[in-house]
Nanobody
Framework: QVQLVESGGGLVQAGGSLRLSCTAS????????MGWYRQAPGKQRELVAT???????NYLDSVKGRFTISRDNAKKQVYLQMNSLKPEDTAVYYC????????WGQGTQVTVSS
């Protein structure tokens, strides 16, 4: 069973940057499409960015031009570079497949202060 571990969150001022990492176990990671989700307090989890096994990317409109998703299959990692952060980006961020979810990790908290 693939395990997902997210890291890299923290407290940052508006306009700042963070880079999130997700490390996966399992030998078939490179075949998976992957995504980053976020869940703000009192809101549903939303899919922020996706990257296919062929490295095609897609983004939620509200993060286009600010966030970049990438992957390193040799390291079994997926990254989310977040620039020009806004207070509304505050949430717990998770990685997982866009569909047929794996077990969810604990997520990493991102807090953006105004």
């Amino acid at each position: 069973q693939v395990q997902l571990v997210e890291s890299g969150g923290g407290l940052v001022q508006a306009g700042g940057s963070l880079r999130l990492s997700c490390t996966a176990s399992g030998s078939i990671f490179s075949f998976y499409d992957m995504g980053w989700y976020r869940q703000a307090p009192g809101k549903q989890r939303e899919l922020v960015a996706t990257i296919t096994s062929g490295r095609t990317t897609n983004y939620l409109d509200s993060v286009k031009g600010r966030f970049t998703i990438s992957r390193d299959n040799a390291k079994k990692q997926v990254y989310l570079q977040m620039n020009s952060l806004k207070p509304e980006d505050t949430a717990v961020y998770y990685c997982n497949r866009p569909s047929r979810w794996l077990n969810w990790g604990q997520g990493t908290q991102v807090t953006v202060s105004s």
